[in-house]
């Protein structure tokens, strides 16, 4: 019955759009904020209000600590907005710091799964510089000892690599030092609770600049720096949570995880090919501005005005 109702309402409304006599059943969101007059309430600024079947369905799988987060600080954050007019500090730079308390989060997130893994850390550690019968890494995709080499050496050409882009080799590690622990906290939530990660006003360039501050980065640290904007723009596609399940179905169904690196590594490289060719494809056929549209013309406005 919940699934004939969601489906018959969107095949209906897909209808709708593309026969525009077929009538509709609106459940697309509507904006209720402006109702909202008088301060300090009328801080709580845009508050969409929608009913989408599908998103209701799936939020019933979700773990109730997960779906009690949605809502909750959702409503939390519009009281944020509310106190501030209140109490007259709503006019400060940045407040109330939405972008910060969220970088905070996913941080201490990410430090969290690696305190609780110290133990195992430890003993890997212990394994990769000699020491036998520590732990076992024979039904490992790789060895703890080429994991870690992997690790160092990939760092080591990530500095490198931006030292020609003119950023210093203490500002490359602290950005990449904060981009892997983002990625170990997306990943360890993925985990856990199994939902998509969209994550688009926290990424390792603002918390670069908010924790250090401009004053301390010449300008060629900071045109570098913004230059990662593009790959560090939102994290949907994460490719450390993809692969993490690549490597648990791997196991599921007892496969040779042995093999899954270079499979990895193969479809990496054609998939970064293939992509580029496209692009350059569409941009020869059409020209350069066939992609500016829609989010792809925000995104190349804002990556302008950090640069």
């Known amino acids: 019955m919940g699934f004939g109702s969601a489906f018959g309402l969107s095949i209906l409304n897909g209808i709708h759009f593309l026969y525009p006599v077929v009538p509709e059943l609106r459940v697309s969101m509507r904006d209720v904020g402006h109702y909202f007059t008088t301060k300090p309430w009328n801080a709580v600024g845009w508050v969409p209000i929608s009913l989408f079947p599908f998103a209701i369905g799936l939020a019933f799988f979700l773990p109730l600590d997960l779906s009690f987060s949605c809502w909750f600080f959702y409503v939390f954050r519009k009281l944020l907005r509310i106190a501030g007019t209140a109490v007259g500090v709503q006019n400060l730079p940045g407040f109330p710091y939405f972008n910060e308390q969220a970088s905070g989060a996913w941080i201490a997130l990410g430090l969290v799964a690696l305190w609780v893994t110290r133990r195992h850390l430890r003993n890997v550690f212990k394994t990769v510089v000699g020491y036998r019968g520590i732990i076992d890494d024979s039904d490992e995709p790789m060895s703890y000892r080429w994991a870690v080499l992997g ?82 723009r939102c994290y949907r596609n994460h490719q450390m949570p993809q692969q993490l399940e690549a490597f648990k179905m791997a196991e599921i169904f007892r496969m040779n995880r042995k093999k899954f690196p270079l499979v990895i590594m193969l479809a990496s490289f054609i998939s970064i090919a293939t992509g580029f060719w496209i692009m350059v494809s569409i941009y020869y056929k059409e020209g350069a501005a066939s992609s500016l549209q829609g989010l792809g013309a925000t995104f190349s406005q804002t990556l302008s005005e950090r640069l």
């Not at 203490?170 to 939530?189: C, D, E, G, Q």
Request: aromatic share 14%; with cysteine.
């Open 151 to 232: 690790l160092i050496s990939g760092m080591v050409f990530l500095i490198l690599f931006s030292a020609r882009m003119g950023i210093s080799a203490w500002v490359s590690l602290a950005l990449f030092s904060f981009y892997f622990i983002l990625s170990i906290a997306m990943t360890r939530v993925r985990a856990e609770l199994g939902t998509p990660h969209e994550i688009y006003f926290v990424n390792p360039q603002e918390i670069l600049i908010a924790t250090i501050g401009t004053k301390h980065l010449s300008v060629e640290n900071m045109t570098g720096v913004c230059s990662h904007y593009w790959w560090n």
